[in-house]
């Protein structure tokens, strides 16, 4: 069903309304037949999209409402999340930083709402990965993530004044002699954390060893 304007060849051109045949709707703008510019989509479901369309794609600012509450507002290119953009979670947490391909891309803040701990550091394909800073109430550490673990050279930073330095090594697997088949990986097991000196603050950040090389 559709109600609005049409251009001399019949197409959907204009603002209108319409009912799709699966019980979604969408009252918007229309060019040439396709929802083309700024509308609003609801779905059977109860999700909600509005913002801006090319060509029955979302593309450029846009909010979803999710049907769990959760919401997203920010970019989007050729029905993707893609650019920069705020999630907030159906759990509270939020996420606001760059995206690609739906997923976590980039330079990004995630806060936890139960801990009020946040990451701000790099992400990739929707996993930590990079240099990061993991802050907490009274001290943060800062190091390099990766697949969401700290790994590497690190130091923990107190609000009293003072750095703790170490490392995350990731524990080694002991295989059993009649496992010949690789099941598990090791990376299934925690980082450990080798504490190595507790100095005054310093400067050091993750990008430092990339500049002094291996």
Known sequence: EYEGDRNSEGQRHGFG????????????????????????????????YTG????????????????????????????QKQGYGEYLYANGDTYTGEWANNKRHGQGTYVYKDTGSKYVGCWVNGIQDGPAELIHSNHRFKGRFLNGKPLGHGKFIFDIG?????????????????????????????????????????????????????
């Open 17 to 48: 309304k319409a009912r799709l045949p699966n019980g979604d709707t969408y009252e918007g703008e229309y060019e040439c037949g396709f929802r083309n510019g700024y509308g609003t989509y609801r779905f059977k479901n109860g999700a909600l």
């Open 52 to 79: 801006n369309y090319l060509r029955n794609e979302k593309h450029g600012k846009g909010v979803f409402f999710y049907p769990d509450g959760s919401k997203y507002a920010g970019d989007w290119v050729h029905d």
């Open 162 to 214: 003072c750095e703790q330095h170490g490392e995350y090594q990731q524990p080694v697997q002991e295989k059993e002699e009649e496992e010949e088949e690789e099941e598990e990986q090791p990376l299934s097991l925690e980082p450990i954390w080798k504490a190595s000196e507790i100095t005054k603050l310093t400067p050091w950040s993750p990008q430092d060893e990339e500049l002094l090389g291996p």
